[in-house]
């Protein structure tokens, strides 16, 4: 047998893309690669790719530019780009950069293996179509190989919601859930391989309506179905547009012991003027009384949100209703972004805002959120918590995990394993974690 190839991806963005380069990795596999975490004994490296700002684009030009060296001392090395950026801009990257020997863009990964063929074979390949044929289904190359404690799964891909500043719903597509028995049966296998916490994945996870035995499933009826696996002990899920926030959803929060008490649920700002320029379909009133009936159904819940400032005709005033609003929702983590101009997107075409105004903005917001942020994480102090632990700490019988509101706590002289899941009193609140006693 020859000795197996050895394959390098770099991934970027958001974790749909850490759930796809797994199964690349997978598919890749069935074709004698072996995954390296150095790209410099690579036979193939894949760059996975994200389009949402400017900078994660231009990324990508700068990361190709630095393997012409080692292209140049490995002609049989082969250099792909997948993901976003290679979905909206395939060709102009075939043509800017000549190392690149195959594009593939989200949808296109089950083709991955004879798309690899090809580029052995010298051909410059690109695959950036929508076909209609379900990419996990035929990405089934499986491994029974053991796994760390928690995972992602994708159960639904694409937007439909076309927010005006966003570019997934080009570089993902139409919005399509999974159907569920492929969902539960992935769930059974990851849990049989060891995980115990399973992300739910999708760019609008919560409007997800995959076939079931008796018509559609909501996600509440799909993390129903999830909460019978034994030895399944966590769901979790991201991320949620506001407006399909169901009523069930809502329940799940209150009833369902293994749904994790942590929400992401972006906003992006707080003016309804500005939500509305954005086509987001809501209001900041609306969105606070969701919260309200959130917070009634389960009160410890932590909330996590995504901002843009500086979004097209912004102003001073509109950006205080962004302050405002988060002053009433008390955030416990958050991501704040300043407005990435995307071409072909409809707020391209508008007044931006001045550059230096809006970075003025976001350390504002940043300032306040990170503020709330170390609020929520020190209230967790002389609290008890489930820890799920993931890995060995820096100090000797130290373990390190997640709390059910996702926070980092690390416990000394711990005498639980990677995959544990205990109790755990919190008893102090670090810079960017907690320390905890485990509870006899
Ligand atoms: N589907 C999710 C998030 C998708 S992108 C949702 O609906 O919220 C993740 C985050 O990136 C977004 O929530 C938004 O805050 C940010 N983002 C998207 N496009 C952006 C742009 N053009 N400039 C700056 N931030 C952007
Ligand atoms: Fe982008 Fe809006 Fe869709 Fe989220 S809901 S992926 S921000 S278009
Ligand atoms: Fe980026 Fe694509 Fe995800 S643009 S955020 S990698 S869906």
Redesign the pocket.
């Known amino acids: 047998m020859s000795a197996p190839k050895k394959l390098f991806i770099k991934t970027y963005g958001?974790q749909m893309n850490v759930y796809d380069s797994e199964r690349m990795a997978e598919a890749l596999g069935g074709e004698g690669y072996i995954e390296t975490k150095s790209a410099d004994d690579a036979d193939m490296i894949l760059l996975n790719t994200c389009h949402?700002?400017e900078k994660a684009a231009e990324k990508v030009y700068s990361e190709l530019g630095r393997f012409k060296g080692l292209k140049a001392e490995k002609p049989d090395l082969k250099i792909g780009v997948a993901g976003c950026v290679a979905q909206a801009e395939g060709e102009e990257i075939m043509r800017r950069q000549p190392l690149v020997d195959l594009v593939v863009g989200p949808q296109s990964y089950h083709r991955l293996p004879e798309m690899e063929a090809k580029a052995r074979a010298g051909e410059k390949v690109l695959d950036t179509d929508f076909p209609e044929e379900d990419k996990f289904e035929k990405l089934k190359n499986r491994p029974k190989a053991k796994r760390g404690p928690t995972a992602f799964l994708t159960v639904q891909e694409g937007?439909d919601?076309f927010?005006a500043?966003?570019?997934?719903p080009y570089t993902r597509g139409a919005e399509v859930s999974r159907p569920a028995d492929r969902i539960l049966r992935e769930a059974q296998d990851l849990v049989e391989r060891g995980v115990r916490e399973i992300t739910l994945l999708g760019?609008?996870v919560n409007a997800y309506h995959g076939a079931g035995p008796n018509g559609d499933l909501t996600l509440a009826q799909l993390i129903w179905e999830l909460d019978k696996i034994d030895g399944l002990e966590r769901i979790r899920f991201t991320?949620s547009?506001p407006n399909d926030m169901q009523d069930d959803l809502i329940e799940a929060h209150g009833t369902c012991a293994k749904l994790m008490p942590y929400l992401h649920l972006?906003v992006?700002a707080g003016s309804d003027k500005i939500l509305k320029r954005m086509n987001r379909s809501h209001t900041a009133e609306s969105y606070i009384r969701l919260i309200e009936r959130i917070r009634a159904a389960r009160p410890d819940i932590l909330i996590s949100g995504?901002?843009?400032v500086g979004f097209p005709e912004e102003t001073e005033e509109d950006f205080q209703a962004t302050m405002d609003l988060v002053e009433e929702v008390k955030y416990g983590t958050a991501?704040s972004?300043?407005?990435?101009?995307?071409p072909g997107?409809p707020a391209a075409e508008r007044a931006q805002v001045d550059s230096a105004a809006a970075d003025d903005r976001l350390q504002r917001l940043q300032a306040l959120l990170t503020r709330q942020q170390r609020e929520v994480q020190d209230s967790m102090v002389g609290r008890e918590v489930g820890v799920l632990f993931e890995k060995a700490g820096r100090l000797p019988g130290q373990m390190v995990g997640k709390s059910d509101y996702l926070h980092a706590v690390h416990v000394a002289d711990c005498s639980r394993g990677i995959g544990e899941l205990a109790r755990v009193r919190i008893v102090s609140s670090g810079a960017n974690s907690l320390a905890g006693e485990l509870i006899s």
């Open positions: 958001c949402i700002r937007c919601k927010c500043f966003c570019v997934v760019q609008n991320t547009h972006p992006q995504d901002f843009i991501y972004f300043k407005y990435s101009t995307r997107t």
